[in-house]
């Protein structure tokens, strides 16, 4: 089947730090990748879905400038949390779409926690 | 605006059988998904249905029912592993998944 990365598995940092968190794709190329935030005992929230080569497109509520997303080529995707802060330690998740059309199953990564001090 | 419903937490006994219902109002339909997701870690796929009817895979069977809005999971011989959250999520018409909050499912001896 096929198969997400996730670099780092778990991260802790300093307020006011940024995180680079990697998302790749490792036996097959992925057009769209979407990164999702879970908060402990919450479902999954969708906070960006990003396309190779194109801008990522945001979900509302979540502010573009502090959550920089790269996709730069069809296996990878970069997540930067730019000037974290305690409130942004979370489960950050990526996942990728095999597929067109109809069918759009998505296969995830195992998730990256961070953890702000 | 959209919607998934589903309960927040079951219990069931090992060895038993539990159903977890999803009910759905979102913008357009393109299938809906379950996932299975343990405590610290990403959700697996799990089924697929979009057409009405039961779908079934070893002990897991997923149903759907368009007209209703309205999706279950039915998990047959329960065993201690099987303890997790179990997330309903729907295709819709952007092929945008829309998630359910999950169903915290426990698994008692």
């Known amino acids: 089947g096929a198969v997400v990365s996730q670099h780092p598995s778990w991260v802790i940092c300093k307020s006011g730090t940024s995180v680079k968190i990697e998302c790749r794709s490792l036996?097959?190329?992925?057009?769209?990748m979407f990164w999702y935030r879970q908060f402990p005992k919450q479902s999954l929230m969708l906070m960006a879905t990003s396309n190779e080569g194109s801008k990522a497109t945001y979900e509302q509520g979540v502010e573009k400038d502090k959550f920089l997303i790269n996709h730069a080529s069809l296996t990878l995707s970069t997540l930067t949390v730019t000037s974290a802060h305690p409130e942004d330690s979370s489960f950050y998740i990526c996942s990728a779409r095999v597929g067109e059309g109809d069918y759009n199953e998505q296969f995830f990564g195992p998730g990256t926690r961070l953890t702000v001090l | 605006g959209q919607n998934i419903d589903q309960p927040t937490e079951m219990t069931a006994t090992e060895g038993a059988i539990v159903q977890i219902n999803c009910t759905y109002q979102?913008?357009?339909?393109?299938?809906l998904f379950w996932y299975q997701q343990h405590a610290g870690e990403a959700p697996t796929f799990l089924s697929y249905?979009?057409l009405d009817g039961l779908e079934e895979k070893g002990r897991f069977s997923s149903f759907l029912s368009r007209s209703k809005g309205y999706s279950y999971l039915l998990l047959k011989e329960l065993q201690m592993k099987d303890s997790a959250s179990y997330l309903c999520a729907v295709l819709d018409s952007n092929y945008q998944l829309i998630w359910g909050a999950g169903t915290k499912l426990i698994i008692k001896p």
């Open positions: 249905n979009v």
């Open positions: 979102t913008s357009g339909f393109n299938g």
């Open positions: 036996d097959f190329q992925a057009t769209t």
